[in-house]
């Protein structure tokens, strides 16, 4: 299977995604799903996400703005999940940058179960105890990324996704390296959380893995690359970023990708 | 009286249009609030609704990221409206999705005059009784559109739109069948909302009517053709339609409509 | 020190900014605040913005949907900005449109040693008792903007900024006026919690002073310029606004201000 075969897939079966995410960058999240080829659907209400959740494709929780009442229903929605079958991807956007977020984390990680871990250096960092730094919900560094994803997807035997300059996917056992991308990738706010969403569409029509949730990021990183051609700052970046995703073909992610 | 009249007289009056409405694409709303002649407000606390409803030309209500806390807030400010003669327009979004959304979009027909539904295939479906099928958000279809909508217009006695590739309104008497738009209005989430938003602004100026009301949707899906002309995928639409919203002329818009 | 040397330090020091705002401008706020050359960080829950704010460089509270929940959180904030030497930075968005939007903004000013106040001519002309006429969200008209402006200076003890066609910066001795702008920054939504962002950036980076306050006016007013140049209405207006906040040099800047 090659790696456009994902993004042939997706489109085919449109999957529908689930976010229980932040309300600063969850427009964007909604436009980058649908043009990966998914359908979204933001709902938050405890009364309200067990019927969506149970009918999604897959479930993308978002702690970025996270306050008691979401995160109760991060839980619910993990676990309705979980019951049926329906893989989770956990962002765990500023783990590391308060006490109340490693808290959280560590209770989704507890209580659901986590199919895709996504999270810069710093989060992931964080999580695996291997260490990093966070600043706010930006990551400044990790001692040693390909390690630290590593030992996560060991420590909740899940898919791990460090994105950065260098992207790393693993599940313990296999890591793949990604080398896709634009610096611009770094000047809008959310590519994390719209990555996350993408991976949501990935996992949700192809099934969990290493493969499928690289090339989830590659599709991401590659349509940043063309939007980045024509844009003249974070902008216009960002509007065309939606356009490249939307009109990537197979022929060119499979010419662009650069992968280890 | 023309249809671009409608238009003319959103433009000289400005109207103020209250609204509670979900995280997702309330931006797009406001801005799209602006750029059909009107000026928004956006505001979910109990305790704020009352003075800000009342002072307001229309009130949108939309149940996009419903919750318990501001299911209230729609009840409150839809009574706020009705004692003070402002007109309602109420967004159903995901009707028939959950048993939860049901429940709510029942509650504000029951408890609220509604004097305008907009919805797609799919709610405007659910609620006539006709039937109709929802995934998450997103309507899939209906198996009588034109049916259903007067079905529904007759049921709470008010206005129905119903907005897709052919958009009906109607009172339950009269039915007009409008068929503007293009196909990236599908790919950019929360167009929808924005027509709600401009039909707000609509029968903020102009009063509820048939009329009023398929003035606006033509507005707007109008503004959409236009946007594509120029767009490379729904980033560049978006930010099209917006431009081409408020650049819109009379004589434009009397060229372009496609009503019957 | 020249105007620029204010944008110079922003972006070297990439002040981390704490932000609760509203949730209909927030992502622009973000963006603009990454463009201006420092880091957003948005949150509101009690728990997590104790360890957010003090890490900080400036906190800007803006009421646009405030609600119960988030005006505690505005109070803790300041309160802990206060307490670590933090600049906080007060956008009374709609202040005099409710009762309760008064009593909140009042309680902001008594509570928090607030140290920029930045809102339009109707909320200035509100808070400062010389009077000033809001309409929904948006200003109509102050009687005086330069005495309002100064009264609240004096008042509060603080730097007060009125942004509008001509904007005003004082802190009661010095008042500083400035020309820059351009129409279409009134027709998007949200350009006035933006500039609050970019406030937060120079007054976190630069510390508190009428000069620091007025730079970042200057420079968003600056970019709005350059914006609007190649802008074909709202849409393309935005896109380009971050783009040319992005790329804005010294030299531009120095070359374009219009300061009296």
Avoid: Q, W
């Avoid at 996400?49 to 494709?57: E, K, L, N, W």
């Avoid at 962002?91 to 895709?116: I, M």
């Avoid at 706010?189 to 969403?197: K, N």
Wanted: aromatic share 4%; net charge negative; hydrophobic share 40%.
């Amino acid at each position: 299977m090659k790696g456009s075969d994902f993004m042939k897939i997706v489109r085919e079966k449109t999957p529908l995604v689930h976010h229980i995410t932040n309300y600063v960058t969850v427009n964007d999240c909604a436009n980058v799903t649908i043009c990966a080829g998914g359908s979204p659907v933001m709902s938050d209400e405890a009364k309200d996400i067990v019927d969506i959740s149970r009918i999604s494709s897959a479930v993308v929780l978002n702690m970025g703005t996270l306050n008691e009442r979401t995160v109760e229903s991060i839980i619910i929605s993990g676990k309705v999940a979980n019951e049926n079958g329906i893989p989770v991807v956990f962002d765990p956007v500023g783990a590391g940058a308060s006490a109340y977020r490693n808290e959280v984390a560590d209770r989704v990680l507890r209580e659901v179960k986590v199919d895709v871990i996504k999270g810069n250096a710093g989060e992931i960092g964080v999580l695996s105890g291997i260490g990093g730094e966070v600043r706010g919900v930006d990551s400044v560094s990790s001692n040693n990324e390909k390690l630290a994803t590593e030992a996560l997807a060991k420590k909740y035997n899940c898919v791990v996704a460090m994105t950065g300059k260098t992207d790393y996917v693993s599940d313990g056992e296999r890591t793949i390296t990604l080398k896709n991308g634009h610096d611009l990738m770094g000047c809008v706010s959310g590519t994390g959380c719209m990555v996350s969403s993408v991976v949501g569409c990935y996992v949700g029509a192809n099934g969990v893995s290493v493969d499928s949730v690289a090339a989830a990021i590659s599709t991401f990183s590659i349509a940043g690359e063309i939007a980045a051609e024509t844009a003249n700052g974070p902008g216009t970046f960002k509007v065309n970023l939606l356009d490249s995703l939307f009109n990537l073909t197979c022929e060119k992610f499979d010419e662009m990708r650069k992968v280890e």
